[in-house]
Antibody, heavy 117, light 111 residues
Framework: EVRLVESGGGSVQPGGSLRLSCAAS????????MVWVRQAPGKGLVLVSD????????RYADSVKGRFTISRDNAKNTLYLQMDSLRVEDTAVYYC??????????WGQGTLVTVSS | DVVMTQSPLSLPVTLGQPASISCRSS???????????LNWIQQRPGQSPRHLIY???NRDSGVPDRFSGSGSGTDFTLKISRVEAEDVGVYYC?????????FGQGTKVEI
């Protein structure tokens, strides 16, 4: 059974940092690009960042470029999202997602990040 | 970025009756490899998203056959042949052809 379990969310002040983790199991982690998608309260889904199977290719939405860093540890089957210089508008549920052939076929349960003073 | 436009944004439905959601993209979703990467995602109330359909019309494992997808180029449709209570939620189309991958605004299906 495919499982994606996010952790690391919480409340932080503007300008602060958080590191999200996503533990993957039930599939060959090294065979898939992985993705972070976020959903602000009451809003739709927005791609944040994605990462190649070997971790060498990273892509970011313009809204987070230069502030967020995606990475993976294939030995630990874990995906990360380092979030620095957080803004109020980064408040959202962050989902870890598996990318299978250009479609997002498995989603984690999400972790809530709240940025507020 | 490719803009995905769904209609309607709110869809009142009757149990046992059909329902249809439209999705239009601002540019063609035909990839250079010949595939069209248009997907449909369901989000039930209080749950994380669930993938339903990939490459326009292919249902994921476990997705009931009352769900069907169709379309080509820039115009796509998700149909539910007979709505059941468990189908309540928000439905998103998503394009995987161009980066960044983008989602529609979502269509809220309610009884």
């Amino acid at each position: 059974e495919v499982r994606l379990v996010e952790s690391g969310g919480g409340s932080v002040q503007p300008g602060g940092s958080l590191r999200l983790s996503c533990a993957a199991s039930g599939f060959t982690f090294t065979s898939y690009w992985m993705v972070w998608v976020r959903q602000a309260p009451g809003k739709g889904l927005v791609l944040v960042s994605d990462l190649s199977t070997d971790g060498r290719t990273t892509r970011y939405a313009d809204s987070v470029k230069g502030r967020f860093t995606i990475s993976r540890d294939n030995a630990k089957n874990t995906l990360y999202l380092q979030m620095d210089s957080l803004r109020v508008e980064d408040t959202a549920v962050y989902y870890c997602v598996r990318d299978r052939d250009r479609n997002y076929d498995f989603w984690g349960q999400g972790t809530l990040v709240t940025v507020s003073s | 970025d490719v803009v995905m436009t769904q209609s309607p944004l709110s869809l009142p439905v009757t149990l046992g009756q059909p329902a249809s959601i439209s999705c239009r993209s601002s540019q063609s979703l035909v990839h250079s490899d010949g595939n069209t990467y248009l997907n449909w995602i369901q989000q039930r109330p209080g749950q994380s998203p669930r993938h339903l359909i990939y490459k326009v019309s292919n249902r994921d494992s476990g997705v009931p056959d009352r769900f069907s997808g169709s379309g080509s180029g820039t115009d796509f449709t998700l149909k539910i042949s007979r709505v059941e209570a468990e189908d309540v939620g928000v439905y998103y189309c998503m394009q995987g052809t161009h980066w960044p991958k983008t989602f529609g605004q979502g269509t809220k299906v309610e009884i």
